[in-house]
């Protein structure tokens, strides 16, 4: 197996992944706020490709103009903001983009929280609600200076409870702390869709076509019904990203905009051909006719069969 090839490291302790990177250990053994990186210190970055066994909160300031948005720079350059659930994969590429801005790493403050940290809280489920933590790197928050300061003053605030005193009271407060900073990023996430609603609005009027001509393909439709991932690629943008861009706008998600245009495809071929349901049901891409009948039934409140006499 070539090196390249190598299965990628996992670090399922924040002590073990802090020391790989040349950090010093965590203040908690399930939860780490790293505030900068000491110019002195020798920080490593891993080139293997590695999976964390944590969530990662990341701020990193003056990113304006280092990264892109499809052609288009951040709206704002006073800081952003990149989330990781645990289990996604560090990637090669990724690796060489972070040895490539080091001075900037150097300025970030990141926060590690084993999912164990959060066990009895009621944001142990909640957190996987957050779409933001599967957004891609280019899909970061950027941040205004007022949404910036709010954001540093939580992350200052679960500092210095990790660093100060131990007490009964201590986890209390940086869970609730925690759970502050996420429903603010969720915030400043549906601004940041409204204060880029025309490159928004061109990517639905793209997924409104490329939609359309799935549906039209009879070869793509062989391989089943389009599912947000496949949609999500064709924009080059996240599945969640994608998603929570839709609800915003429209109030639906992909996969609900999905059902739509299924529905309304599946309704001119009702009323318009002589073909079965079965034969329906195969040409929008279900191996199951059943299944189709379900979900036109959920969608219409009639069944396909009760549709088309309406047009007897």
């Known amino acids: 197996m070539k090196k390249n090839d190598a299965a990628p490291i996992k670090y399922d302790s924040l002590t073990e992944a802090l020391k790989s990177h040349g950090l010093p250990p965590p203040q908690h053994p399930l939860m780490a706020l790293i505030n900068g990186i000491d110019d002195s210190a020798e920080m490593n970055i891993p080139q293997e490709s590695h999976v ?11 990113i304006g103009g280092q990264f892109r948005y499809g052609q288009t720079h951040f709206d704002f350059n006073e800081g952003g903001m990149f989330f990781a659930a645990p289990n996604q994969l560090v990637a090669r590429n990724q690796l060489e983009m972070a040895e490539s801005e080091r001075s ?34 280019n899909e970061a928050l950027h941040l205004s200076e007022k949404e910036k300061m709010i954001i540093l003053n939580l992350l200052r605030n679960i500092e210095e409870e990790l660093c100060g005193r131990i007490d009964e009271l201590s986890q209390d407060v940086i869970i609730s702390q925690l759970e502050l900073l996420l429903n603010y990023a969720q915030r400043f996430y549906k601004r940041q869709f409204i204060t880029r609603k025309n490159i928004n609005n061109g990517l639905l009027q793209q997924f409104e076509e490329i939609l359309e001509r799935y549906f039209n393909d009879d070869s793509a439709l062989l391989k089943g019904t389009p599912t947000v991932q496949y949609l999500a690629d064709k924009l080059a943008i996240s ?34 051909t002589d073909l079965s349901v079965s034969e329906i049901a195969y040409e929008l891409g279900f191996e199951q006719s059943q299944s189709f ?20």
């Open 104 to 137: 900037i790493t150097r300025q970030e403050i990141i926060m590690l929280i084993h999912p164990d940290f959060l066990l009895g809280y009621p944001l142990a489920t909640k957190i996987k609600k957050y779409q933001f933590f599967s957004y891609s790197v």
């Open 293 to 312: 009948s379900r979900l036109f039934k959920a969608k219409t409140k009639q069944s396909p069969l009760e549709f088309r006499a309406g047009f007897s």
């Open 52 to 62: 964390l066994s944590f969530y990662k909160i990341a701020f990193r300031p003056d």
């Open 239 to 272: 599945s969640g990203y994608l998603s929570d861009m839709l609800r915003t706008f429209t109030g639906q998600s992909a996969q609900q905009h999905i059902h739509n245009m299924l529905i309304e495809k599946a309704k001119e071929k009702l009323s318009s």
